[in-house]
């Protein structure tokens, strides 16, 4: 493939993002970006090629929605009508696969789904389709997509499916405003933690810094910050990770990584992975001003869950035992305030308060156990229930 075909295919006019004076590129240096660009696309840009890249995407806001456009067009061009890879097929293979690895081979690798040639097609199909494909076809055009960034603060947010995305610091995901086609596909630069929502029928997958992650539906960290190795830990579920014409299906606790470097997939095993301290930004993130930290910390009452029972010890005591759980997604809560509400054996009704403290985690939970003041052979009745929340975290 000639420089001029890597260059000259894909007019950066087109993309409407150029303003004349400042900031317009000449005609050469167009083309050594978009060289550039598709260098680091097939994985094949040098590190010092791959610094001036980083740096001119970094020099305007132009810059930048230039190169998200044009990986975009690369992306959606993979399953283009003039040139598909038999993606079906080979989701049917991954559900298979995965339906028959009743235990870990830790050393485990399949064949990559694309063909050989692949890079080379798909460099040389995004750049004859060019705009023309992003606007006549209007399968991914700017209006239908959705772009998710975070500058010092993390964000949490819903996809169209109603999976949940954690979105580290200095970090972006796009995706579409709607889930209706035969995959769901985001991409992603930085990192995020993903809670996908199940869809035998509708393979989630996510693009990123030249790996591929397939999942049918299951909770994972991935991690793919420019120039660094991709890392991709797996908390629930199994997932498929490919790069290079490699795949590792990765089961809970284990950790997949591709080195850039070397160009090589590695997969470290559940027995040697740290998932908690894998995945614990996920905790220690800061999310105000998100809508769903907002909530959460606001109404906490909504999402403090509490069971309880009770019996009378040896010496005519009442003893609560119970469990406080909490369905927030994002907030934690360092105390939990309780009342009790019982009868004495003549029915006189009684109160009494307790407060729980202890870091109630989101999705976590805390156990209590609790002795009345009061002394009864019998007690009639008892109700406990979550007054107040207080000490809300992120």
């Known amino acids: 493939m000639t420089a001029a075909l890597l260059g000259g295919k894909f007019n950066v006019s087109c993309l409407n993002y150029r303003k004349a004076g400042a900031g317009v590129l000449s005609k050469q240096m ?16 040098s590190e010092e090629e791959s610094t001036t890249l980083f740096s001119w995407r970094q020099e ?19 399953s283009s009508s003039d040139y598909t890879p038999d993606t079906n097929a080979s989701w049917n293979k991954f559900q298979q696969k995965i339906q028959q690895e009743p235990q870990r081979k830790h050393s485990y690798l399949m064949p990559v789904f694309r063909s050989a ?67 769901r596909v985001v991409y992603l630069e930085g990192q995020a933690f993903f809670d996908v929502k199940r869809n035998p029928e509708q393979p989630f997958i996510i693009h990123a810094s030249g ?17 660094d190795d991709v890392e991709l830990t797996v908390v629930t579920g199994k997932v498929s990770f490919t790069a290079q014409q490699q795949t590792l299906l990765l089961l809970p606790n284990d950790k997949g990584i591709y080195h850039r470097d070397i160009k090589t997939l590695a997969l470290i095993p559940h027995d040697t992975a740290d998932q908690a301290e894998l995945v614990s930004w996920k905790e ?3 999310y105000e ?7 959460e910390s606001k109404y906490p009452l909504w999402y403090t869950h509490h069971t309880f029972q009770w019996h009378s010890n040896l010496i005519n005591q009442t003893v609560i035992e ?60 008892v109700r406990v229930v979550v007054e107040k929340v207080d000490g809300v975290k992120n």
């Not at 970006?33 to 260098?39: E, G, N, Q």
């Not at 305007?60 to 993979?78: C, F, I, P, Q, T």
């Not at 001003?289 to 909530?295: A, C, H, P, Q």
């Open 117 to 183: 040639g692949f890079y080379q097609i798909a460099a040389s199909l995004v750049l004859v389709l060019g705009m023309t494909y992003l606007f006549n076809k209007g399968a991914w055009s700017s209006e239908r997509n959705i772009v998710k960034s975070t500058a010092e603060n993390g964000d949490v947010f819903y996809l169209p499916d109603s999976s949940m995305v954690w979105l580290n610091k200095h970090s972006s995901l796009t995706y579409g405003a709607s889930f209706d086609g035969k995959e």
């Open 322 to 381: 119970g469990s406080i759980s909490s369905s927030a997604k994002v907030c934690a809560y360092e105390t939990v305030q309780l009342k009790v509400i019982y009868l004495s054996p003549k029915d006189k009704v009684l109160d009494y308060q307790f407060t729980i403290k202890g870091h109630l985690t989101p999705g976590g939970h805390l156990i209590y156990k609790k002795r009345l003041p009061d002394w009864f052979k019998d007690t009639r009745e």
């Open 284 to 286: 220690e993130q800061s």
């Open 60 to 78: 305007s806001l132009d810059n930048e929605a230039y190169y998200k456009e044009y990986a975009e067009v690369w992306e959606r061009s993979l």
């Open 30 to 45: 167009e083309k050594n970006f978009d060289l550039l660009i598709v260098r680091y696309l097939t994985d094949q840009i």
């Open 211 to 227: 790996t591929t992650t397939m999942v049918l539906g299951t909770s994972f960290d991935l991690k793919a910050y420019q120039q």
């Open 289 to 295: 001003g998100n809508s769903i930290y907002e909530t």
